[in-house]
């Protein structure tokens, strides 16, 4: 019985060490939401990993995000509509919009998959 408990505890904590919280995510968008509105796309590109840094280079990334930025306007507020093992999927409303936002944080709080997609 005592390695039963003992085995179900060290589960249960390696879980909730290695998944990231609610207060990650919501972190995260708040950094998201602070460089896109001040159009500093280096501060959410320093937060990605480094998969994602190789598939999003730096120039690319500030391309897309300023004309993001110059289409909808500043980002205003975020909910989480959906989420899976992959991803989590929010709502972002802009001034001139809303879009829909995938975000993953790998272990190491680092984003590992991040997409913006009409909705």
Avoid: R
């Avoid at 480094?50 to 909910?79: C, Q, R, W």
């Avoid at 993953?104 to 998959?113: N, P, V």
């Amino acid at each position: 019985m005592k390695i039963l408990f003992v085995s179900l505890l060290t589960l249960f904590l390696s879980t909730s060490v290695l998944s990231q919280t609610k207060e990650d995510y919501n972190t995260t968008l708040e950094l998201v939401k602070k460089g896109f509105n001040e159009k500093n796309s280096s501060i959410i590109h320093e937060k990605f990993n480094a998969a994602l840094k190789e598939k999003l280079k730096p120039d690319a990334f500030v391309k897309m995000i300023d004309s993001l930025h110059n289409d909808k306007g500043k980002m205003s507020t975020y909910e989480l509509i959906l989420e899976d093992e992959k991803e989590k999927n929010f709502l972002v409303e802009f001034e001139n919009g809303s879009m829909l936002f995938l975000l993953y944080l790998a272990k190491d709080g680092k984003i590992s998959t991040f997409q913006i997609k009409d909705y």
